[in-house]
């Protein structure tokens, strides 16, 4: 059982940056591939990325690689969200998700752990 706890959510404004924080039960998520999805009312859900815990290797989705950066923190069973320069479309609930099998490209993924997400409010 992988226990997944977002953090880091909030309102912020248009052009400021948000750092976001997925803490793992210890010891739980090091044959997984951690990685970030959001959704956006009335939106699918997006895949951001994924890291594979025991590699570092990323792979994100083509429209996110600009402003997005998944980092992590093996001492710390913690994965990290960066979005730099948010805008009103960034608006969404975060997701940190954990999955035993890659599957490229991302919307192909198959999570087999859910956080319970953290909202972001990009608002003026």
């Known amino acids: 059982q992988v226990r997944l706890i977002e953090s880091g959510g909030g309102v912020v404004q248009p052009g400021d940056s948000v750092r976001l924080s997925c803490r793992a039960s210890?010891?739980?998520?090091?044959?997984?591939?951690v990685g970030w999805l959001r959704q956006a009312p009335g939106h699918d859900r997006e895949p951001i990325g994924v890291v594979s815990w025991i590699t570092g290797n990323t792979h994100y989705e083509e429209s996110m690689k600009d402003r997005f950066t998944l980092s992590r923190d093996k001492d710390d069973n913690t994965l990290y969200l960066q979005i730099n320069n948010l805008g009103p479309e960034d608006t969404a609930v975060y997701y940190c998700t954990a999955s035993q099998a890659l599957s490229l490209p991302l919307q192909k993924l198959t999570v087999d752990y859910w956080g319970q997400g953290t909202q972001v409010t990009v608002s003026s």
């Open positions: 210890a010891g739980t998520v090091s044959r997984f591939h």
